[in-house]
């Protein structure tokens, strides 16, 4: 079936048009199911290298990682906060910095907020190159069949 109304200079109905929207779009659909695959990872894209899933996998361990900082920054706060100072043991006084616990709180909120900036530069570096690609490939696409010697003319 033909999508081309069938005479050129004749303007087409309305009914024609959404006719001929709907059988677009069910085409645009299929092929982005087809370029998608299975839990968005085709076999083209798997062994092709069109696309990396590096960035992707970098931000999903920069989460995991976000999770798992905060997560013993807090079980430190909380033993911290919590705690008892462990005085006397036996003959010998048991000591450890002898700071409030508020004073230790904000150290440990201090360490936190700073080792939460490094492990995100630290994940971005990574993905730097992944997104220098992205960019130049982005202007390739754009370029398409032009070299570089037509456009310094």
Do not use: H, T
């Given at each position: 079936m033909s999508t081309q109304p069938e005479q050129p200079g004749k303007p087409i109905s309305s009914e024609e048009l959404?006719?001929?929207?709907?059988?677009?779009?069910?085409?645009?659909?299929?092929?982005?199911?087809?370029?998608?695959?299975?839990?968005?990872?085709?076999?083209?894209s798997f062994f092709n290298f069109g696309r990396f899933w590096a960035s992707g996998l970098i931000k999903l361990v920069y989460f995991l990682g976000?999770?798992?900082?905060?997560?013993?920054?807090?079980?430190?706060?909380?033993?911290?906060?919590?705690?008892?100072?462990?005085?006397?043991?036996?003959y010998e006084y048991v000591s450890r910095l002898?700071?409030?616990?508020?004073?230790?709180?904000?150290?440990?909120?201090?360490?936190?907020?700073?080792?939460?900036?490094?492990?995100?530069?630290?994940?971005?570096?990574?993905i730097i190159p992944f997104r220098i690609y992205e960019v130049l490939r982005s202007i390739d696409g754009k370029l398409g069949d032009m070299h570089l010697r037509d456009i310094i003319k």
């Open positions: 959404r006719r001929q929207m709907e059988i677009l779009d069910q085409e645009m659909r299929r092929a982005a199911k087809r370029e998608r695959g299975f839990l968005g990872f085709s076999e083209e976000f999770l798992v900082l905060n997560g013993l920054l807090a079980m430190a706060i909380v033993i911290e906060a919590f705690s008892l100072p462990l005085g006397y043991a036996g002898q700071l409030p616990p508020i004073i230790s709180v904000v150290g440990y909120l201090a360490f936190g907020l700073c080792a939460n900036i490094s492990w995100r530069i630290i994940c971005e570096l990574f």
